[in-house]
């Protein structure tokens, strides 16, 4: 059965319940269930605003078109998508088995293909479903996106992810295809997506319904327009986030960070931001500085901020059995639920629970801990860690959130924990809030999300990695991001190799969103003491860019210098993310979609779109082939040589040097 409704057509066929309504300027939301209703969950959606949508049923099947994208469902459910050129884009996945029907009965016939390989399977898993909903795959389909996945891999066609959150890994479900459409899988629980030759599948484990939106654009731009219309934009980044960042595992006390910018302000280095990594606390849980090591947080903002350095604090979701808060959030039931065995969920440098930020009590409960602690001290910028969550043991039946179960909800978690800070900073005044944070899912972009990639190892092999999330992150519309300049694990800085992997990395990062020093690296240096609080954890060695030698030192100060110089190109790469969404990092296709060969390429993209990057990820490299994308002229940002686009060169890149190439003598060749 298929009846018009204001927005959409909803479908009905023995078990299921199915709408398709026009959501946004540009685009389709599906939904489909065989409980009673659907879920009131918007998920990563903002209301949706500007559609308008032509609408047609018949007994012989029905068509909405809202802007350039139209889906035709026939009487048994059937969806397929087109562009506004008519050409199919998107199209569910049927097929038959046995041929054992009377072939004569066209009406059994269909019914028979939909009962036996449905395109959305529903089987019962106790209160929920389990879902597989089943698409076909082009063999000249390249997708992007998925959010950040820690392989080399752009174009994620051919790949499967498991669709969880962990360190290192942010699962954000939305591709943008080479054939003109955006989709979104709008739902935040555990499961896993094949983007396989023969099919596309997605698999929830438990669920209370199929949730997703699809556009269709003419262009890269035209839909990420479109899906940052529906799930949100970044405000505008604040000017100092666009410099350099100092951070390391970690500053002991108070005496040691005030002593690093002291150095940088003497040395003359520009230094913009500074952060206080964990166990700068009492307690995980406790939300405040621990008075032996940090006695006047005050004076030492102050300080900072006269020498023109803002100050980041770092902020867990765990709170130990021993905080100071521990049983207060119990009996208010703002921690995350354990529904069954030892009611915790963590086991690292003490037995912890996390804080569901799912709940608002909790985010309100929390941020005003911090606001007494931190904001009211002057800190305005938080380092919001742990933010997966990172349960020791992934068994996520066990857990519960305030939204439901965690196997249906729990990819979500680090939106509402950004949303925590975001809102609670500009209910104090705050104009652009931004949060370091090392998870996100779509829509985290909206409450000031600055995603990391989390505690990845100090190799060339996750270098390369990082080029590609870099791209697949701004398409995921998460436009802030970075990573641990050099790596977080392993870092040797007596060693000559990891000297050299730094300078590389440190060069990757000048252009990224945020140029961002940290790491955890070797020699360890013992902790303080044993006891609870800021003394009971060691710390990595000195990463300050001076702790390498004078050799490197000149290199990394000259990159410092140089993205100093770029403040102004960067400010408005910044304005056309907050204002359109688009990635501040863009894979080549994004404006030169006309050639065909930059869809293939994977470790070059643009900064901005008049610089193309093209980073060394290999040992002891010294020359790169580079390709020039068709459709404009190149320069060499060092020679000056200028280049025809459409082919591939190869050029010099001495230790010193990053291949950069600025597109037809664009303004900003000027700074090289």
């Not at 350099?244 to 006390?253: A, D, E, G, H, M």
């Not at 065995?341 to 309100?364: C, H, K, Q, S």
């Not at 990082?466 to 991001?481: D, E, F, L, T, V």
């Not at 020359?623 to 068709?630: I, S």
């Amino acid at each position: 059965m298929l009846t018009k409704t204001d927005k959409g057509i909803f479908f009905k066929y023995e078990k299921e319940i199915m709408l398709i309504e026009a959501y946004g300027e540009m685009g389709l939301r599906v939904r489909s269930t065989q409980n009673t209703k659907f879920s009131d969950e918007p998920w990563a959606l903002l209301p949706s605003v500007g559609e308008n949508p032509i609408i047609e049923v018949s007994d012989e099947g029905g068509k909405i078109t809202n802007g350039k994208i139209t889906a035709e469902i026939d009487p048994y459910g059937r969806l397929s998508f087109y562009n506004q050129k008519g050409e199919r884009i998107l199209h569910e996945y049927y097929r038959t088995g046995k041929l054992n029907v009377d072939f004569y009965n066209e009406k059994l016939k269909d019914e028979y293909l939909f009962q036996h390989k449905p395109a959305r399977e529903f089987s019962a898993n106790g209160a929920n479903y389990k879902l597989r909903v089943r698409f076909d795959s082009a063999d000249d389909e390249k997708l992007y996106g998925m959010g950040q996945n820690q392989d080399p891999y752009l174009n994620v066609k051919g790949c499967k992810y498991d669709l969880e959150q962990v360190n290192t890994q942010a699962s954000i479900p939305f591709v943008l295809s080479n054939k003109g459409y955006g989709f979104l899988w709008n739902n935040p629980g555990v499961g896993e997506v094949h983007f396989g030759k023969n099919l596309t599948e997605w698999n929830m484990w438990a669920t209370q319904g199929m949730d997703y939106w699809v556009c269709a654009g003419d262009t890269p731009d035209e839909i990420m327009q479109a899906y940052t219309q529906v799930t949100g934009r970044v405000p505008m980044m604040p000017d100092y986030a666009m410099g350099f960042w100092q951070c390391k595992l970690r500053y002991w006390t108070q005496d040691e960070i005030l002593s690093v910018a002291r150095e940088y302000k003497r040395k003359n280095i520009p230094l913009d931001v500074i952060v206080i990594d964990y166990f700068h606390w009492t307690n995980q849980g406790d939300w405040k500085f621990d008075k032996k090591y940090w006695p006047d947080p005050e004076a030492m903002v102050e300080e900072l901020k006269a020498m023109g350095i803002k100050l980041v604090v770092s902020v867990w979701t765990t709170v130990d059995k021993f905080s100071e808060n521990k049983l207060e959030m119990t009996e208010k039931d703002l921690l995350v639920r354990v529904d069954k065995g030892v009611p915790y969920a963590m086991d690292f440098l003490g037995i912890l629970n996390y804080a569901d930020f799912m709940n608002p009590e909790t985010r309100e409960y929390v941020w005003n801990k911090c606001k007494t602690s931190y904001f009211d001290k002057g800190i305005d910028m938080f380092w919001l860690d742990a933010a997966e969550p990172e349960y020791t043991v992934k068994d996520y039946d066990l857990y519960r959130y305030h939204k439901g179960p965690a196997l249906e909800c729990t990819n979500i978690y680090p939106m509402y924990y950004a949303k925590t800070f975001y809102e609670g900073l500009k209910a104090e005044g705050v104009e652009n809030p931004l949060s370091l944070i090392r998870c996100a899912w779509a829509g985290s972009q909206r409450f000031g999300a600055l995603a990391w990639s989390g505690d990845v190892p100090s190799t060339f092999v996750q270098l390369r990695n990082q080029i590609s999330i870099a791209m697949n992150m701004g398409i995921s519309g998460i436009p802030w991001w970075t990573s641990d300049i050099g790596g977080f694990h392993g870092g040797d800085i007596r060693s000559d190799r990891f000297k050299e992997l730094l300078i590389r990395w440190f060069q990757f990062g000048t252009f990224c969103p945020v140029m961002r020093l940290h790491g955890n690296r070797d020699p360890y240096k013992d902790p303080m003491s044993k006891e609870i609080g800021g003394g009971m954890c060691n710390s990595g060695a000195d990463n300050e860019v001076w702790s390498y030698g004078e050799e490197v030192e000149k290199i990394l100060v000259s990159y410092i210098n140089l993205r100093e110089k770029l403040r102004p190109y960067i400010k408005e790469a910044m304005e056309e993310a907050h204002k359109k969404g688009t990635p501040v990092v863009k894979p080549l296709f994004y404006d030169f979609y006309d050639d065909a060969q930059s869809w293939n390429i994977e470790d070059q993209y643009l900064f901005g779109h008049d610089i193309l990057v093209a980073p060394v990820y290999t040992e002891n490299s010294f020359t790169k082939e580079v390709y020039l994308p068709k459709g404009a002229k190149w320069v060499n940002a060092y020679t000056k040589e200028s280049f025809e686009g459409g082919q591939t060169v190869t050029v010099d890149c001495p230790i010193e040097q990053i291949p950069l190439f600025v597109k037809d003598n664009a303004e900003v060749l000027k700074v090289f």
